[in-house]
């Protein structure tokens, strides 16, 4: 169970095109997903945290403008990188938080990422 | 504000070698959650293990270990008799609260046949 489709894997696009990425949750209904950046042999970065209806919460130094989240039902949130540059060129990953017994026991399940290439 | 360390960058030994992987986190709350997470070469994040704050009590999943000690804020992770297929990078998190996960650099794991 909870387990969360993330398309595509990979994908390649051209300078100044826009990207979407989807995260679907099949099993479950995810009121809270994250998204992470990876760079090569480097950590997760969270760039943002979306609940579903509302506004995503941005952290400190993501273009919101430019790294578009929308979390419009309980089983999908979708990242669109608008006008992608090669610096935008990166692993993407999405994460849904999973509840667990107690009220502040969750995990979370992470989709299988996105492999973006801005050429 | 919490933090997560991963001292080791890489990591690289013979199979059937015990390796252990260390991490130390930083916490002000006392109720957290700590994780382990291995990212094979495809990229996808196996969940591993979760933690809270209040069971200290160390765990043992087949040949995977892990050791929680408060006392020194670690939660170091233990492959006995590793193979070849547990190459992979290995995350440690942590998450306080309802706040975010927070992710340690990664320990890349080598396992050599």
């Known amino acids: 169970g909870a387990v969360v489709s993330q398309h595509p894997s990979r994908v390649i696009c051209k300078s100044g095109t826009s990207v979407k990425i989807e995260c679907r949750s099949l099993d479950f209904q995810a009121t809270t997903m994250f998204w992470y950046r990876q760079f090569p042999k480097q950590s997760l970065m969270l760039m943002a945290t979306?609940?579903?209806?509302?506004?995503?919460?941005?952290e400190q130094g993501v273009e919101k403008d430019k790294f578009l989240i929308n979390h419009a039902s309980l089983t999908l949130s979708t990242l669109t990188v608008t006008s992608a540059h090669p610096e935008d060129s990166s692993f993407y990953i999405c994460?849904?938080?999973?509840?667990?017994?107690?009220?502040?026991?969750?995990?979370?399940?992470f989709g299988s990422g996105t492999r973006l290439t801005v050429v | 504000a919490q933090k997560v360390t991963q001292a080791q960058t890489e990591i690289s030994v013979v199979e059937k070698e015990d390796v252990t992987l260390d991490c130390v986190y930083e916490t002000r709350d006392t109720t957290y959650y700590l994780f382990w997470y291995k990212q094979p070469p495809s990229g996808e994040l196996v969940f591993l293990i979760r933690?809270?704050?209040?069971?200290?009590q160390n765990e043992i999943s087949g040949r995977y270990s892990w050791n929680f000690q408060k006392s020194t804020s670690s939660f170091n992770f233990t492959i006995t008799a590793s193979q070849v297929v547990d190459s992979a990078v290995y995350f440690c998190a942590l998450r306080q609260g309802a706040q975010k996960l927070v992710f340690g650099q990664g320990t890349r794991l080598t396992i050599n046949p």
């Open positions: 979306s609940n579903e209806g509302s506004k995503a919460t941005y």
């Open positions: 933690r809270n704050s209040f069971d200290e």
């Open positions: 994460s849904a938080r999973v509840k667990g017994g107690g009220a502040l026991d969750y995990g979370y399940t």
